[in-house]
């Protein structure tokens, strides 16, 4: 007869779960006159997987003055997420939150500042791979904000990872870290 095993298998960091989800864009302006006058890009650059030259100016990512603005990812299910990561103006500070499964939101990331040359920097690290490992957390949506600096505010990547792709209510033998054999 036929038996059925289960082997375990490693899941790894998962994979970019913020990838070209919904963006909505809260209080950031048409354009804005530095490096030239530029427009505001498409919501979608923000997390359509590709990062910027270190040093880019800071005008071709989503960009804002103040600190009311807010960029918005539907990540469209909830997910299970630990790590991340940020291209954003190398000057300022930003806050990464959460929005949990009871629709609350929650600090998940202080992302600080990391002066060099000017313009865009990765966080956490400059090689635009290394992952911030942050709290594990369930997310239905990811929130980002400036909260200090020069009051140019701008991020042109966030990339958001979990030990699993797959949506909390969907598992999956692959979520669990098991494949079955037959």
Same mark, same amino acid.
């Given at each position: ?67 009311? !603005? ?43 500042? !990391? ?23 369930? !997310? ?13 505010? !701008? ?28």
């Amino acid at each position: 007869g036929v038996q059925t095993c289960a082997l375990p298998i490693s899941v790894g960091y998962g994979q970019n779960v913020a990838l070209g989800k919904p963006v909505t864009q809260n209080g950031l302006p048409a354009s804005y006159t530095w490096c030239g006058t530029q427009s505001q890009p498409a919501a979608g650059t923000i997390n359509n997987g590709s990062f910027l030259a270190e040093t880019t100016c800071w005008l071709f990512g989503s960009f804002w003055t103040g600190t009311s !603005a807010n960029i918005v990812i539907d990540l469209q299910g909830t997910f299970t997420i630990s790590s991340a990561i940020i291209q954003a103006d190398n000057n300022d500070t930003y806050l990464v939150e959460y929005q949990a499964p009871d629709n609350s939101w929650n600090v998940w990331w202080n992302v600080p500042a !990391a002066f060099n040359a000017g313009g865009v920097s990765t966080r956490p690290n400059f090689n635009q791979t290394s992952r911030q490992t942050l709290p594990t957390v369930s !997310a239905k949506a990811i929130r980002v904000s400036a909260t200090g600096g020069d009051d140019l505010y !701008a991020v042109t990547e966030l990339q958001v990872f979990g030990p699993a792709s797959t949506p909390v209510g969907t598992p999956t033998l692959s979520q669990w870290g098991y494949i079955a054999l037959t």
